[in-house]
């Protein structure tokens, strides 16, 4: 699977220069990363309804499909597959639920004494609602 993916990956790195006329891959890198990112998108939803569709065949087809707009919008975006496969592999063993559950910071954190020194915050007026993010304490933290 990765050495096939590997190929693929230098294939489309080989093809990208070529002419569009002669080539699927050039005729995707001449048309510009937001319309490879479209193609992506349409193969995603194409591999989500074959898979509704309970089609296996069409879901092998479409996976493909898929797999290569993959590779196609990762060399446009510069970011090498051993890179995606580095980070899979740091992954390996942790749990995807372990793994959510860490990115909110823990409630007995949320709830810790404001230090003395901290300025009381102005009692808003009444009746009007205080808009904005959430304290960042309270906001989800991204990976990457
Ligand atoms: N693996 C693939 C591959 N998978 C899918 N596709 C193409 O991806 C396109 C997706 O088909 P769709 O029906 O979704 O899209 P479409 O209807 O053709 O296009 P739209 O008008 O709908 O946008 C088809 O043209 C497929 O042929 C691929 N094109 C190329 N490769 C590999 O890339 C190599 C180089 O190909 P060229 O760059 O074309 O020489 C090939 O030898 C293959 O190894």
Redesign the pocket.
Known sequence: MVDTLNR?AA??AA?KG?DAGS????SLFANGLPKIAQ?LG??AT?TVIAAMQRDPKAVTGEA??LL?HLLVLLDASGVPLAEVLAELDRREGVSGLDEKASRTIAPEAEAAPKPLSAPAAPEPAPGIALGGPAPASRRRIRRG
């Open positions: 693929l294939t489309i093809r070529a080539s699927y891959t050039a193609k349409e193969e194409e493909a499909d290569f």
